[in-house]
C-alpha cells in the first residue's frame, strides 16, 4: 500500500540522519 512511499521516505530519513 504504502511500502514504494515509505521506500523513498527512509532513504530521504536514513540521508537526512547520516548528514
Known amino acids: 500500500r504504502w511500502k514504494?512511499?515509505?521506500r523513498k521516505a527512509l532513504h530521504e530519513s536514513l540521508l537526512?540522519?547520516?548528514e
Open 4 to 6: 514504494k512511499k515509505n
Open 16 to 18: 537526512k540522519v547520516k
